[in-house]
């Protein structure tokens, strides 16, 4: 078997005194377009996947109750943002599947060679602190686990960490055994883990329903009193309260909508990926949510309490019917909470982390060190202290999705409309100024990052107001637009731009004469090694364009 190098010389093309180097510096397994062998997801793979990740959301429905709407309004909200978000997410995922490449050659298509490093590198440092946040969630599971199991043998160790420590040592033992539970997953790429999403969405419906129907059951479905409703305000306040609650949705889903094409390059076919996001991702983020905003209110309006999360809710229940049955029962639901939590973090950060990190440094990290070096990074976030003592940030990480709808509008308006979905796959490895396609000025893609900024102007100095700034209530209700707003703005802005100062990539498609993804059926039959598949067949192509000789 030709060596990952090998098999790719046909399709990169360099000056032979710079290929060692270009290549070393450009290009690693996890760089190159995914091979035939490896795409191996079909739709039902997809379906499982978006399931499992989706159906994880039980405490959304608590933000928009929070902006002021009542139950229903907050169910109608949810499921609205989830469609608009699967529908952004679809066209993201086109590229990665038509080209089997991930977000980081996406990004090198887009923004530059070099420009692209700013865009992989600020998602690759939230993936890290997103990854830690969850695994913490992930300790809070363990710990119900650990309660269950053990009882007071658990709960009463001795706590050997300061007060300004933030976490205590029972905690700190269940957060290091979450770790623990995350370390073999690090090893496989994201082609290896579709039984494991499989296993993620079996255990997520009993877990959920279970809590949901013991709320019910413990409660006599009593609700009145228990869902918050808005107050009586001007038809005004309350579009705006419903736009706020539309972003919060999407900024919920925003790490996903980026994330796109690192899972969309594994799929055997170019639809699998697009179309089956469109109907998992709404009905099960809708579905949960209404289960979390239903159990939720009628524990709290039974006990008396204000718990929101499904690691509480567990807790209350223990403390509350402390049988071997009940532990049990506690037992089983926090072990498939926990299953769901470690498939959200390993799908929305490792593999991103591990994609990011193979691009920043293609010499010596690929996919799967990357993501053994985000799992060593979790501690050194210390996500205890975010969470207790820094509200202010966890906003800050909230508003991520407001400056990563500006990227994922300039990469489907590339895509889409200016560069007719074609992607020139020799170019994505060369960082010389001979690249006709990528290298743009200096490397960097100016329109794109003039696009960019536009985007995020707007909506940005709400945003400063929500870290607590002193802003306009004009500013406010912008960023109650964020996501929305930000992506619609890029896109028409780089649209535009690029209509008055086309890029040199946009001049040389439309000087050749390139119709829609003609490139990736204009594909030399070579070496049999690489390849792109299309819907029906696949092809073993070498990735060459036939005009870059």
């Known amino acids: 078997?030709?060596?990952?190098?090998?098999?790719?010389?046909?399709?990169?093309?360099?000056?032979?005194?710079?290929?060692?180097?270009?290549?070393?510096?450009?290009?690693?397994?996890?760089?190159?377009?995914?091979?035939?062998?490896?795409?191996?997801?079909?739709?039902?793979?997809?379906?499982?996947?978006?399931?499992?990740?989706?159906?994880?959301?039980?405490?959304?429905g608590s933000s928009m109750i929070g902006v002021g709407l009542n139950w229903w309004q907050a169910i109608i909200v949810i499921f609205v943002s989830q469609f608009i978000s699967s529908i952004a997410?679809?066209?993201?995922?086109?590229?990665?599947?038509?080209?089997?490449?991930?977000?980081?050659?996406?990004?090198?298509?887009?923004?530059?060679?070099?420009g692209s490093y700013y865009f992989v590198g600020a998602r690759a440092i939230l993936a890290i602190i997103w990854y830690a946040v969850q695994m913490y969630s992930g300790a809070e599971y363990m710990y119900n686990i650990l309660r269950a199991i053990f009882g007071h043998n658990f709960t009463d160790i001795p706590n050997h960490l300061p007060e300004s420590a933030s976490i205590t040592t029972p905690l700190m033992l269940a957060f290091f055994l979450a770790w623990l539970v995350h370390l073999p997953f690090c090893y496989f790429r994201p082609y290896q883990l579709r039984k494991f999403f499989w296993f993620k969405t079996i255990v997520s419906l009993p877990a959920m329903f279970g809590?949901?129907?013991?709320?019910?059951?413990?409660?006599?479905?009593?609700?009145?009193?228990?869902?918050?409703?808005?107050?009586?305000?001007?038809?005004?306040?309350?579009?705006w309260m419903i736009l706020a609650g539309i972003n919060s949705g999407m900024g919920n889903t925003a790490t996903l909508i980026t994330n796109q094409p690192d899972y969309a390059r594994w799929s055997r076919?170019?639809?699998?990926?697009?179309?089956?996001?469109?109907?998992?991702?709404?009905?099960?983020?809708?579905?949960?949510?209404?289960?979390?905003?239903?159990s939720t209110?009628?524990?709290?309006?039974?006990?008396?309490?204000?718990?929101?999360?499904?690691?509480?809710?567990?807790n209350l229940i223990l403390d509350n019917y402390w049988t071997s049955s009940v532990r049990f029962a506690v037992f089983l639901c926090a072990f498939a909470w926990?299953?769901?939590?470690?498939?959200?973090?390993?799908?929305?950060?490792?593999?991103?982390?591990?994609?990011?990190?193979?691009?920043?440094?293609?010499?010596?990290?690929?996919?799967?060190?990357?993501?053994?070096?985000?799992?060593?990074?979790?501690?050194?976030?210390?996500?205890?202290?975010?969470?207790?003592?820094?509200?202010?940030?966890?906003?800050?990480?909230?508003?991520?999705?407001?400056?990563?709808?500006?990227?994922?509008?300039?990469?489907?308006?590339?895509?889409?409309?200016?560069?007719?979905?074609?992607?020139?796959?020799?170019?994505?490895?060369?960082?010389?100024p001979a690249n006709k396609n990528y290298y743009y000025t200096g490397g960097v893609n100016i329109q794109?990052?003039?696009?960019?900024?536009?985007?995020?102007?707007?909506?940005?100095?709400?945003?400063?107001?929500?870290?607590?700034?002193?802003?306009?209530?004009?500013?406010?209700?912008?960023?109650?637009l964020g996501w929305i707003l930000s992506f619609v703005t890029a896109f028409i802005s780089y649209y535009l731009i690029c209509q008055i100062w086309p890029t040199a990539n946009m001049r040389y498609v439309k000087e050749h004469g390139y119709g829609f993804e003609q490139t990736a059926s204009e594909m030399l039959i070579d070496s049999g090694e690489w390849g792109v598949q299309n819907d029906n067949v696949v092809r073993d192509d070498i990735y060459v364009d036939k005009h870059m000789s």
């Open 211 to 239: 809590l949901f129907i013991w709320a019910m059951a413990n409660t006599k479905g009593r609700l009145s009193g228990g869902l918050y409703s808005a107050t009586s305000t001007s038809s005004s306040t309350v579009a």
């Open 448 to 480: 794109a990052v003039i696009a960019y900024l536009i985007g995020i102007a707007l909506p940005f100095p709400g945003f400063c107001g929500e870290l607590g700034a002193n802003v306009s209530t004009a500013a406010m209700h912008i960023v109650d």
């Open 89 to 114: 997410m679809a066209f993201n995922s086109r590229s990665a599947a038509v080209y089997h490449i991930g977000f980081p050659c996406v990004g090198r298509s887009v923004f530059g060679m070099w």
């Open 1 to 60: 078997m030709a060596s990952l190098f090998q098999r790719a010389k046909a399709a990169v093309k360099l000056p032979i005194e710079e290929e060692d180097a270009e290549r070393s510096r450009w290009i690693n397994e996890d760089l190159l377009p995914t091979p035939p062998e490896q795409q191996t997801w079909r739709w039902w793979n997809y379906v499982t996947f978006y399931w499992s990740i989706s159906f994880t959301n039980w405490t959304l």
């Open 269 to 294: 076919s170019r639809g699998a990926p697009v179309w089956t996001q469109l109907f998992s991702n709404p009905i099960a983020v809708t579905l949960s949510a209404s289960l979390g905003i239903l």
């Open 297 to 314: 209110a009628a524990v709290n309006l039974k006990f008396g309490t204000s718990i929101w999360n499904q690691w509480d809710m567990m």
């Open 338 to 432: 926990l299953v769901q939590i470690v498939g959200v973090n390993i799908a929305a950060n490792m593999i991103a982390f591990g994609a990011d990190s193979s691009m920043l440094f293609p010499s010596y990290i690929n996919m799967r060190r990357g993501q053994f070096i985000i799992e060593i990074l979790a501690w050194a976030v210390c996500p205890w202290k975010i969470l207790a003592s820094a509200a202010k940030f966890t906003t800050f990480l909230s508003g991520y999705g407001l400056f990563m709808a500006s990227v994922v509008a300039i990469m489907v308006c590339d895509y889409f409309l200016l560069t007719k979905g074609n992607v020139f796959i020799p170019s994505l490895y060369n960082g010389t």
